[in-house]
């Protein structure tokens, strides 16, 4: 537990430091001049972005904001165009977009510069046909964290022996293809599970697609069971809680809980299955939402004031734009989870 405590704290302190220490972050400015953000939110239902935006408003707010808008796209590309619209008419200084569709990106950046408004990402980037990012983004280390639920998921396997049973054994890697921040973190848990358990025959994995929601996850993960009758040990890794929350519900459903393990990323959802006397939700990668909405609104504000471009100091040669490299702590309901609470 020290030492998750003390990886935590680390990540606070170099937070703090670089929203309030840096000497390049904004001064606070006086509320008759200060700016206006807003942030538009594929699914500000999600207790992610319930954190992260009212971290946002709080952060920006003292470091000299008029206000921070809130748009929520409730997943709908339509509810996102006209957040958009609206945004501009309302003549915003800076916009932070995390869309529901990344189909989006190009004419949210096309419509920003027409109208003079810095834009930036939050959570999942805004790309081009090719995928290259074409505005800054604050992302996940999305290999590296998937990588710690794969490793973990691995490891709790062996010990247990869970998969002696090989051929009524199953891994499902839940995936979310059509975010491009999601795809590492599916591979890295794929990836890495199989290399901590090398005896696990890569025939055993299944790939099932989702949109991000738990009534999603649910519904696939309840017909990928029904289609694999024989599978009576289901070992699971989803790209966020809301997939991990729809698995084991699934499993429930199937009386199929008690020989299964599911691993999320977020911390948001597992924190009430660890309360529970027994949940096949056993571990997540916690990600902090607050920190998030510190981060965001300090570089939003520092480009505002300053003009320093968010996230550059992590461009790679020939990019562009900075993709911050947000982490995340494994923690399951073995562990002493009050840091998340």
Known sequence: MKKIFSVVLAVLFSVTLFAEGNKEAPKAASKSEGPTLAFICKDLSQEWFVGTSSSM???AKALGAKDVILYDAAMS??????ALDTAISQKVDVLIV??????????TVDRCKEAGIKVMADDDGLIDANGKHIAPALELNAYVVGSGQGEWLGNYVIKNKLDADIKSSAYLCLTMDQVSSCVPRADGARDTFLKTNSSFPESNVIEADYDGTSDKAFNVVAATITANPGIKSWFVTAPNDEGALGATRALEQANLDKKAVVVGIGGYLAIDEYKKDYSAFMATAYIDPVLDGQIAATAAMRWYKDGVVPYQEYAKSGDKFGIYPFGGVMISRFDDFSVME
Not at 77 to 82: E, F, G, I, L, S
Not at 98 to 107: A, G, K, N, R, T
Request: charged share 20%.
């Open 57 to 59: 408003q709080k952060t």
């Open 77 to 82: 590309p339509d509810k996102y165009m006209t």
């Open 98 to 107: 995390c869309p529901p569709d990344q189909q989006l990106s190009q004419i």
